[in-house]
């Protein structure tokens, strides 16, 4: 850190992995429960890329997640396994498959998609407007920085 004060970069690196962490380790827990224990983080945010709109092919689903189709493939399997995914050919194409979430699927998806909402009204609720104006500034900053490190 040219310039920069070392117990901020300290305090950053700490902040910084330690909400890396605790996110992915409250999202584990949200999903957790009786009816969704057999998902795990990776398995959500495949249900999250596939949505509840039109059925998606293989390859948006990927490259949406920043995944290989080989590796996706291998997450796929398994949610249709679990039925919380429905594969289907395409009616004009056969060799298109489309991807699907089935009702177990949804509400599945739905039931993340409240753990997200309630995270983040929780968060707003802790800031006032200007604090939440810097907030999101710096981390648009924050998200570009880490998709240009991702393409190098």
């Known amino acids: 850190m040219k310039g920069k004060n070392v117990g901020t970069y300290e305090t950053l690196n700490e902040v910084l992995v330690k909400l890396f962490r605790d996110i992915n380790d409250l999202e584990q827990k949200a999903i957790i429960n ?6 795990t983080n990776n398995d959500m945010h495949v249900i999250e890329a596939i949505g509840i709109g039109t059925p998606k092919n293989m390859s948006s689903i990927a490259k949406e997640l920043s995944v290989t189709v080989g590796t996706l493939t291998i997450s796929m399997n398994s949610l249709v396994k679990k039925g919380y995914v429905v594969r289907q050919r395409g009616s004009e194409d056969r060799r298109v498959v489309y991807i699907s979430l089935s009702e177990q699927g949804r509400k599945a998806y739905e039931h993340h998609k409240k753990f997200h909402e309630q995270m983040i009204n929780g968060v707003v609720e802790e800031l006032t407007k200007e604090e939440l104006e810097a907030l999101v500034k ?7 920085w880490f998709r240009s490190f991702e393409e190098h």
């Open 34 to 39: 009786q009816e969704f224990g057999n998902l």
């Open 138 to 144: 710096a981390l648009k900053k924050l998200n570009s």
